[in-house]
């Protein structure tokens, strides 16, 4: 548990503007990030000082990030109080983790594109791949967009499916599309169960419930 | 970092290469000239002559689905009808019948109806097209010419009122235009601006241009830039492309509004300044303008006495239309609130992309302009070599922000 040698290293050759430092068990990579960065032909550029804190406990606790320098301004809504950065949904960064444990790649794949998107919406004033909503609604939107389905009624049979959970790959895909599982969502089902996104479910449902009421 | 006059020779290049070319230029004057001689063979008695940005020299090729379009020329073409024997559905169509009657035109016409014009296509030169379109009119009726003058406008030019026709939904209406009484307003105020330096502009024109013309008599006017005319360009550049980055296509300043606020702003300045201090003067007063929107009307007469070319009365915006007093620019800003807002917006983006980013680091400076201009067309038209700049890396996922 924990950042492993090799993240330094990897850390080193493709962020070398980053120094790694160790506080009180948990590794922090502090520095300056540069962006200079394209997406559908639209070049952002930029300078962002940060420190990644790696907790102790990663990949169990998510990594934060926190911007030093106060570059992102005050009213932009996708930052927590004292500069952390909301760079996605955290079942989206547990299925990430799930998958690679790879903090470089975590820079490329999350910081990066959250700095990207901070410099275009600065100019053009809107998210150029999107935004969440806040709070269960995100996780929720997340959960759609993950498991691609149209309705939010798909989503909620395939969270109370993973609740139970009792994968069977002959049964009938939860997602209500007359499939078996293992032809149908199995692999992504699996995957999800792999990332602990299991208590994430139970948490949204019990927040549903307290929204909506019972039933 | 390279100095701020390189940087400002090289957006200068970029905006000449989305002018209309010497060659383009001559074409499009055949085109309509002969498309004005077929009419009359066909027994239409009218006159063609553009109007536009063709007509004021600030043609710049459209910037449409984030791409650079086919240009669009527009030319009123008035018949020598009496407005009040006449219908606005007669006069939008029997154009139409008449460009019918001819093979070649029929095959160039474009079979939607727009609700001003029919649109005439002309092949590709270059990679480049252009589309000729032909607005319908007559010469606005005694009544209407007495009702400018009544809102003091010089008999001179409401004689030159014309009404064009204007479809909205079956029924075609008419709607009072002045394109003569414009452009002789808008040249007025270019005069001294144009005259500035104007032999040594003209020889540059005829270096680049030495194919199309052989002296610098053949130069015609229309061909010339101003830098008055250049800012405009610049602003309309500017503007197609942040609004399309925004998508807020259908919230965009006319290109009427920007070519006359900044019109109007150049008025009142100093003729030799250069394309850079004029547009620095012109985003100024914009950004006071901008004001208007957090100091009551009262606060802001006071503190800015002269400035009443964007003027906001009783929580209403105006922008007069200089040639009719019956015609208010930010009407649509009226009933649509978020045009004005998103205006002065716009304002600070053009301020940091044109203004403050000439002291930006090169590589800063140059993802503007690839921003502005497309990467590909910056490095075939400066050479991008002299700036200190690092190829971008391309984002390789897109999660979207979120909060708990």
Redesign the interface.
């Known amino acids: 548990m924990g950042i492993s040698n090799q993240d330094i290293e990897n850390m080193k050759i493709k962020y070398p503007t980053l120094e790694y430092v160790e506080q009180e068990n948990t590794g922090v990579f502090s520095g300056e990030v540069l962006l200079?960065?394209?997406?559908d032909?639209?070049?952002?550029?930029?300078k962002f000082n940060v420190d990644i804190i790696v907790p102790r406990e990663f990949p169990l606790a998510l990594p934060v990030v926190k911007e030093l320098s106060n570059r992102i301004d005050k009213t932009y809504?996708?930052?927590?109080t004292g500069g952390y950065l909301?760079?996605?949904?955290?079942l989206?960064l547990k299925m990430h983790f799930s998958r690679d444990k790879d903090i470089s790649s975590f820079v490329?794949?999350?910081v990066?594109?959250?700095f990207?998107?901070y410099r275009f919406f600065e100019?053009?004033?809107?998210?150029?791949?999107?935004?969440?909503?806040?709070?269960t609604m995100?996780?929720l939107?997340?959960l759609k967009d993950l498991l691609n389905v149209k309705e939010w009624e798909q989503v909620f049979d395939i969270m109370v499916f993973i609740i139970k959970f009792t994968y069977r790959g002959h049964m009938l895909c939860p997602c209500g599309s007359g499939k078996r599982i293992r032809n149908c969502h199995g692999r992504i089902l699996s995957q999800m169960v792999d990332a602990g996104l299991r208590e994430d479910c139970i948490e949204i449902m019990i927040e549903l419930r307290k929204v909506y009421g019972k039933g | 970092m390279n100095s701020k006059r390189v940087r400002e020779q090289d957006v200068l290049k970029l905006i000449e290469g989305l002018d209309i070319t010497p060659t383009m230029y001559k074409n499009a004057t055949e085109k309509y000239t002969a498309v004005g001689t077929y009419l009359q063979e066909q027994e239409l008695e009218c006159e063609i002559f553009p109007q536009g940005s063709f007509s004021l020299g600030t043609v710049i090729r459209p910037y449409r689905e984030?791409k650079e379009a086919d240009y669009d020329l527009d030319f009123i073409c008035c018949l020598n009808e009496d407005k009040n024997l006449t219908s606005a559905r007669y006069v939008k169509n029997i154009v139409k019948e008449k460009l019918c009657n001819s093979e070649v035109y029929k095959s160039r016409l474009e079979p939607t109806e727009w609700d001003k014009c029919w649109t005439i296509k002309y092949a590709e030169v270059n990679g480049v097209g252009f589309n000729i379109d032909i607005v319908p009119a007559v010469p606005e009726s005694d009544e209407v010419i007495r009702e400018l003058m009544a809102r003091n406008l010089c008999r001179n030019d409401a004689d030159l009122a014309v009404a064009i026709t204007d479809k909205r939904g079956a029924a075609y209406y008419w709607v009072t235009s002045n394109p003569h009484a414009y452009k002789n307003w808008f040249e007025s105020i270019n005069r001294p601006f144009l005259e500035f330096n104007r032999e040594v502009r003209r020889r540059v024109l005829l270096e680049k241009s030495r194919t199309v013309y052989n002296s610098i008599e053949e130069i015609p006017e229309g061909m010339e830039r101003s830098a008055l005319q250049r800012v405009i360009q610049i602003l309309k550049h500017h503007r197609d492309v942040?609004y399309c980055?925004?998508?807020n296509e259908k919230l965009k300043p006319t290109s009427a509004i920007i070519t006359t606020i900044c019109t109007e702003i150049a008025q009142g300045l100093n003729p030799t300044l250069e394309v850079f201090e004029l547009l620095q003067a012109i985003v100024n007063d914009f950004e006071i303008y901008g004001k208007n929107q957090i100091l009551t009307e009262e606060q802001f007469t006071r503190q800015f006495e002269n400035k009443t070319i964007i003027q906001k009365r009783n929580g209403r915006w105006y922008i007069m239309n200089p040639v009719n007093p019956m015609d208010n620019l930010a009407d649509s800003w009226n009933s649509e609130p978020k045009k004005a807002e998103m205006f002065f917006?716009w304002v600070k983006?053009i301020k940091?992309d044109y203004l403050e980013s000439l002291q930006y680091e090169d590589?800063?400076f140059v993802?503007l302009l690839?921003?502005n201009f497309?990467?590909d067309y910056v490095k075939k038209s400066i050479d991008v070599k002299k700036y200190a700049n690092?190829a971008?890396?391309?984002?390789?996922?897109?999660?979207?922000?979120?909060?708990?």
């Open positions: 200079n960065h394209m997406y032909g639209v070049r952002m550029t930029g809504p996708h930052q927590y909301c760079l996605a949904s955290d989206d490329d794949k999350y990066i594109p959250y990207y998107t100019e053009y004033g809107v998210y150029p791949y999107g935004e969440r909503s806040h709070g995100g996780d939107e997340y | 984030a942040y980055r925004s998508r917006t983006a940091r590589n800063d993802a690839e921003n497309g990467s690092i971008p890396q391309i984002i390789v996922s897109t999660p979207k922000p979120w909060r708990r």
